[in-house]
T-cell receptor, first 117, second 111 residues
Framework: GAGVSQSPSNKVTEKGKDVELRCDPI?????LYWYRQRLGQGLEFLIY????????KSGLPSDRFSAERTGESVSTLTIQRTQQEDSAVYLC???????????????FGQGTRLTVV | TQLLEQSPQFLSIQEGENLTVYCNSS?????LQWYRQEPGEGPVLLVT?????EVKKLKRLTFQFGDARKDSSLHITAAQPGDTGLYLC???????????FGAGTTVTVRA
């Protein structure tokens, strides 16, 4: 596609349930990033993929969070046993190289707004 | 604790007025970027500044990178309702693949 696509756009889930958030990066972009945006706070880095491997998972807040990427394309962020504090907008971005953000060549998707009730 | 502090947090002005948003840090960055985000959308890059003291102009928007590469400002001249949005600054360190973001400034321009 022309841009980074995320689905669903909105997700309301009950506390304790698992959720999966999907990101389709721009075709040919080998670098993929997940960020979290909580109300009134800046974007928090979660995880970075280069190809199918994740050299940096340091931003994942707990072991309830995991992410995978297959075929150097689609990535899925999974949150198990969701808590109310997980409510946020989850943003995905992709770039051609790992210096994409530094070079201003990374692009964000529209985000998934997750609400845990 | 935010690595980048933005001020003010909220700004509401009348169409035609000028505004300035500030982004400050105690850390040095190799580049600093400004994004604008509208409701339901992801952040969209406005500009990247890489040289200390650099000033970039984009129509009515003027971006400045501090000499020490620790701070930046965004100035909008004659603001219009279309400038309404969340403005985010973000810093990158040399050869780093991720950005550190400020909490953002919500700008509302009233017609």
């Amino acid at each position: 596609g022309a841009g980074v696509s995320q689905s669903p756009s909105n997700k309301v889930t009950e506390k304790g349930k698992d959720v999966e958030l999907r990101c389709d990066p721009i075709s040919g972009h080998t670098a993929l990033y997940w960020y979290r945006q909580r109300l009134g706070q800046g974007l928090e880095f979660l995880i970075y993929f280069q190809g199918n491997s994740a050299p940096d998972k340091s931003g994942l807040p707990s072991d309830r969070f995991s992410a995978e990427r297959t075929g150097e394309s689609v990535s899925t962020l999974t949150i198990q046993r969701t808590q109310q504090e997980d409510s946020a907008v989850y943003l995905c971005a992709s770039s051609r190289s790992q210096l994409g953000f530094s070079l201003g060549e990374a692009f964000f998707g529209q985000g998934t707004r997750l609400t845990v009730v | 604790t935010q690595l980048l502090e933005q001020s003010p947090q909220f700004l509401s002005i009348q169409e035609g007025e000028n505004l300035t948003v500030y982004c400050n840090s105690s850390s040095v960055f190799s580049s600093l970027q400004w994004y604008r985000q509208e409701p339901g959308e992801g952040p969209v890059l406005l500009v990247t500044v890489v040289t200390g003291g650099e000033v970039k102009k984009l129509k009515r928007l003027t971006f400045q990178f501090g000499d020490a590469r620790k701070d930046s400002s965004l100035h909008i001249t004659a603001a219009q309702p279309g400038d309404t949005g969340l403005y985010l600054c973000a810093g990158a360190r040399s050869n780093d693949y991720k950005l550190s973001f400020g909490a953002g400034t919500t700008v509302t321009v009233r017609a």
